[in-house]
């Protein structure tokens, strides 16, 4: 396959246009924040390249994008989700309900969730246990479960400094949010030994059942304003950390290596989060990132299987290509990920 190596300008952030050509001769896409970028590179690629129109690119978050995926099959309906987690059980079948049966799902690498905040401001060191500590709704303080008394990051650990706690974390409709409340949030809750209070307060017929109210209450977060929920992408956090110095912010990794004149990264458990980090799995808060294809639009709607391809082609997410530039990690896997895509092997099943 022939590639044009796109400039550093060609990388920018910037989504393609959403504005849809009056026939449906644009694949078009929706979803993750974190995946945006990515997506956004490889479709102006992708126009240059091929001899299809440039796919319309749109965000809006994983929940939102699976979502519309969902809707059913037509030209009405959206080509491709992006997500930062996989497709959920209940995703799947809201799928299949409206005739969504063929879906193809496509990883593209992995990436990290960082916590930065203003170049200027404080460093940290973080562990799950300190920012369960910070945002949770209820901690544990002498053996009982009490509100959040903790208003200042001295308070959570006094090895930090005496600055008023103020987090910036995606809302509850990117895939980001579910990966930092199960990672970070859930982890903290049980190294604290709060789960296991949780658990024996939980309410529920089956142990699995009780298990699960546990988790969600968890991962419950405080709502007295220390802990801001963005529905917004990581712009909307970044402005928010440059009108509040002291804040702390929620980012994809590839987001912050591309804003280190504005933001500076905490470890999380003693690991600086990096592409190499990542990588080997030593840096504890990363995920693999996917997009997904409605099998029964291609030969349908121009150029749909051929952007998948193109997308997971080794000169595009290959860890020479522009997405490892911009700060994905490359799979180690992608000549798999290359012939389930040629092939259109679907989920659940291989035709």
Known sequence: ???????????????????????????????????????SIVAEAFGENFDFP??????????????????????NTIDVANASRKIKD????ACAENGVTDIIEVRIGYDGIVFASDINANG??????????????????????VDNPNQT?????????????????????????EVFEDKVILAGCE?????????????????????????????????DGKSVDIDGDYTETLARIESNKDGIGVFGLAFYENNTDKLQ????????????????????VSRPLFFYVKK?????????KEYAEFFVADEVAGEDGPLAEYGLVSDPELEGTQEAVANEDVMGGNS
């Open 153 to 177: 990051w001295a308070d959570v650990n006094a090895s930090f400094p005496a600055v008023d706690i103020q987090a910036f974390v995606p809302g509850t409709k990117h895939g980001t949010r």
């Open 265 to 284: 990264v905490a470890t999380m458990s003693g690991i600086v989060p990096s592409t190499e980090s990542i990588a080997t799995g030593e840096y504890p």
């Open 191 to 223: 190294a604290t030994g709060a789960f296991e209070h949780l658990l024996a307060q939980a309410e529920g017929d089956t142990d699995k059942a009780k298990h699960k109210a546990a988790e969600k209450a968890c991962i419950a977060l405080r709502t």
């Open 90 to 93: 209940k995703e799947l079948k």
């Open 124 to 145: 940290y060191e973080y562990t799950p246990t300190d920012w369960f500590l910070a945002l949770s709704d209820k901690i544990l303080v002498d053996g009982q479960l």
């Open 54 to 75: 440039t796919p319309v690119v749109e965000s809006g978050g994983s929940s939102a994008g699976l979502k519309r995926f969902c809707e059913g099959v037509g030209e």
């Open 1 to 39: 396959m022939s590639f044009v190596k796109l400039t550093a300008s060609a990388l920018a952030i910037s989504a393609v246009s959403a504005t849809a050509a009056a026939a449906r001769d644009q694949v078009q896409v929706a979803g993750s924040s974190t995946v945006l970028p990515y997506a």
């Open 296 to 304: 029964a639009h291609i030969g349908v709607i121009p150029g749909l």
